[in-house]
């Protein structure tokens, strides 16, 4: 069974930073490409950001480039969200996913297995 859990989730002030963390276990890691999704209140989850296998293949929502940094450490079966530069927008739950054998696509189809969530809030 592949769990995921996130974490690092808190309340922060508008142009502040938070990291989330999202541990994957069950399964080999490498063999999972891992996103980041996120869900304002009343409104449907959104992809933010996703890193393939290798780490060598990340994409961004434009919303959030140049403010956020998604990275993966096999070593610890952990992949990381970044966030600065924080703004009210940026409310939401936030998820991380998994697709096995994927690429680190946009849908959140594609993706196998999901996390509890973890809210982050921003005030203005």
């Known amino acids: 069974q592949v769990r995921l859990v996130e974490s690092g989730g808190g309340l922060v002030q508008a142009g502040g930073s938070l990291r989330l963390s999202c541990q994957v276990s069950?399964?080999?890691?490498?063999?999972?490409?891992v996103g980041w999704f996120r869900q304002a209140p009343g409104k449907e989850r959104k992809f933010v950001a996703a890193?393939?296998?290798?780490?060598?293949?990340?994409t961004y929502i434009d919303s959030v480039k140049g403010r956020f940094t998604i990275s993966r450490d096999n070593a610890k079966n952990t992949v990381y969200l970044q966030m600065n530069s924080l703004k009210p927008e940026d409310t939401a739950v936030y998820y991380c996913?998994?697709?096995?054998w994927g690429a680190g696509k946009r849908n959140g189809e594609e993706y196998d297995y999901w996390g509890q969530g973890t809210q982050v809030t921003v005030s203005s």
């Open positions: 890193v393939n296998r290798s780490g060598g293949m990340i």
């Open positions: 069950g399964r080999a890691f490498r063999d999972y490409a």
């Open positions: 996913a998994a697709d096995l």
